[in-house]
């Protein structure tokens, strides 16, 4: 890539990865990233494909500077010790380059295609942060919360860095207040306009004022959908397609629509035709019918290269420090 081309990419900015991709296209995707100069690739794990895990440790071999992170992983598929065994050993093999992303999970996907009975809640999310934070400082641990109850317990390892990084994976305002008061990042969900990314913003920021922390030591990344092309109508029509099916999932539409300023109403129509999580069914290309042009090119980022640069930058001026990019996008910008 020339450094015309690299100059279109912001100062800061990380990768995002489907673990339902091939092994190697994720592989060749975190090196192209490092190459591009991303800090951090995070590799989603969605139920039913690849495990985040083993993704980001064959990733640590092939790559020497790039943070990498799970995109994310949940207390309820893994406990907190499982988890706190399996960043650390990410964290040996990167030599001290492991993050951990956690989130809440979807309840219907972990328990109809898991047989997890999952009943999400904020508890769990700051109770396995504080047990996977114990284990990884070497405290034996003993602990009473409404989800976990550990006595005695405690790790023979430990990890290369001396704080491994937590980013919570948050969409709803009693999460992101509870990431602003005890994550060291956020992860915002793809599908934000920059109207939700101030109102998810502000929230964080409440979280931190609330225990007297400094919001600026919470870093605030996006997951972001980019098509970078000069040709619209082709792009917007996928933008649409794409849309509906992240609409379609429970919970999720209604607040990047009500909270982005959009009109929530279409979200029945469109969860007649798609089905945003497994087993995908439905007819996503007539969902993307009740998906406004408008709505599109404010929840994605999409045109040419300047174009899109100029979203980000307004991305940027809404709280976004970290936006995190397809891989096709890093290529084209």
Not at 30 to 36: L, S, T
Not at 47 to 62: K, V
Not at 171 to 178: C, D, E, V, W
Not at 200 to 215: I, K, M, Q, T
């Amino acid at each position: 890539m020339s450094s015309e081309l690299a100059s279109y990419l912001p100062e800061r900015f990380g990768l995002g990865i489907s673990n339902c991709r091939s092994v190697e296209n994720v592989l060749t995707g975190v090196e192209m990233a490092e190459q591009r100069g991303a800090e951090i690739a995070f590799l989603a794990e969605d139920i039913n494909c690849r495990d985040a895990f083993q993704l980001a440790a064959m990733s640590a071999a092939r790559t020497t500077r790039i943070r990498l992170a799970t995109g994310v992983v949940n207390p309820y598929t893994r406990n907190p010790t499982s988890l706190a065994m399996a960043i650390t050993t990410l964290d040996q093999i990167s030599h001290g380059r492991a993050v951990l992303g956690l989130g809440t999970g979807s309840p219907a996907l972990i328990q109809e295609q898991m047989g997890i009975v999952h009943r999400p809640s904020i508890g769990a999310m700051r109770e396995a942060a504080e047990i996977i934070r114990a284990l990884l400082r070497g405290d034996t641990v003993d602990y009473t919360g409404s989800r976990f109850v550990y006595r005695g317990a405690s790790l023979g390892i430990r990890p290369v860095q001396e704080h491994v990084p937590i980013f919570f994976a948050a969409m709803g305002p009693r999460t992101l207040r509870l990431a602003g008061q005890i994550a060291d990042g956020v992860l915002l969900n793809v599908g934000a306009s920059t109207t939700y990314i101030r109102w998810a913003v502000d929230r964080v920021r409440a979280g931190a004022a609330e225990v007297g922390r400094d919001s600026s030591e919470v870093t605030i990344a996006a997951w972001m959908t980019v098509y970078v092309s000069d040709d619209r109508e082709i792009t917007l029509a996928r933008a649409r397609e794409w849309l509906a099916t992240v609409l379609s999932i429970p919970r999720q539409g209604e607040l990047l629509l009500e909270q982005g300023g959009f009109d929530s109403s279409i979200l029945p129509d469109i969860r007649r035709y798609a089905m945003g999580y497994p087993p995908h069914g439905g007819d996503t290309k007539r969902a993307a019918d009740f998906v406004p042009p408008e709505m599109a090119e404010q929840m994605t980022l999409l045109g040419g290269r300047e174009h899109v640069s100029a979203r980000l930058a307004e991305y940027a001026d809404s709280g976004v420090g970290l936006p995190v990019l397809p891989a096709s996008a890093i290529e084209s910008l």
